[in-house]
């Protein structure tokens, strides 16, 4: 067993010195910087989503809207013409619209809080990025120009690069240090942003049966209204031709 825990941790040895020797800390620089510009153009695609999303909604609410004039016109002419069944209908899918247009309201309000959020959060990663950026490119200058003089360095004074894989491995270490904490600082904005609501509903029986009520009450109210409205007309029309009697 202690056999196979010395090979184990020899071949981790090799393997990491292979790893040093061959990492570029300014490729793992670039890479980090792509996936920041990956997330954050997700993030835009979203909000795009969203947007298209409360479009449609507002679209359906003022086709219900162009069809709740339609359906009160039609009331009215029905009345005008002695057919009240044909009114009472009218008047039941007009209020039924009407609840369908308070409930593409709510829809439309979350939606437009929700696009208002992912567009704060895109502002701020936004900012993120192009400060994590710009910063990239001063540590790669900064990595490369070391670089040189160490190689310089170990030209003339003949010193091994063994004798400076300390250093090295210092200066890998803080440039991945930097590197999470950015990442971090991205997630952590992405986590602020939340997820979209669900907009579809359950409705139980009761609540059914609630919006039924609710319906015919103000179906029978507008009936009450036209049918005074219609014996004012007949009145008026009777007193005229009294009048010209």
Avoid: C
Avoid at 12 to 33: C, G, H, M, T, W
Avoid at 123 to 142: D, G, N, P, W, Y
Wanted: hydrophobic letters at 35%.
């Amino acid at each position: 067993m202690g056999l196979m825990n010395r090979i184990t941790t020899v071949i981790k040895q090799k393997v990491n010195i292979l790893l040093d020797k061959y990492e570029d800390p300014r490729e793992a620089l670039d890479y980090s910087f792509v996936k920041q510009t990956e997330m954050l153009n997700k993030l835009r695609r979203d909000i795009a989503e969203v947007i298209t999303a409360k479009k449609r909604l507002e679209m359906q609410k003022a086709k219900l809207w162009d069809n709740i004039h339609t359906l009160d016109e039609q009331a009215r002419r029905s009345m005008d013409s002695d057919r009240e069944d044909l009114a009472k209908l009218a008047l039941e899918r007009k209020n039924a619209n009407m609840l369908h247009v308070q409930s593409l309201d709510k829809q439309i309000t979350d939606m437009q809080a929700e696009q208002d959020k992912l567009e704060q959060t895109e502002k701020r990663l936004s900012a993120k990025v192009e400060e994590f950026k710009s910063r990239k490119e001063v540590i790669k200058a900064q990595y490369s120009a070391a670089e040189a003089q160490v190689r310089i360095k170990e030209s003339v004074t003949g010193i091994s690069e063994e004798m400076t894989d300390v250093g090295m491995a210092m200066s890998r270490a803080e440039d991945k240090t930097e590197k999470m904490k950015s990442k971090s600082q991205a997630l952590d904005e992405m986590i602020d942003s939340g997820v979209l609501s669900d907009y579809t509903s359950n409705k139980n029986d009761i609540e059914i049966e609630l919006e039924k009520s609710s319906i015919k009450s103000s179906v029978d109210e507008e009936l009450a209204k036209l049918k005074a409205e219609r014996r004012k007309k007949k009145q008026v029309l009777e007193e005229e031709q009294e009048a010209q009697q």
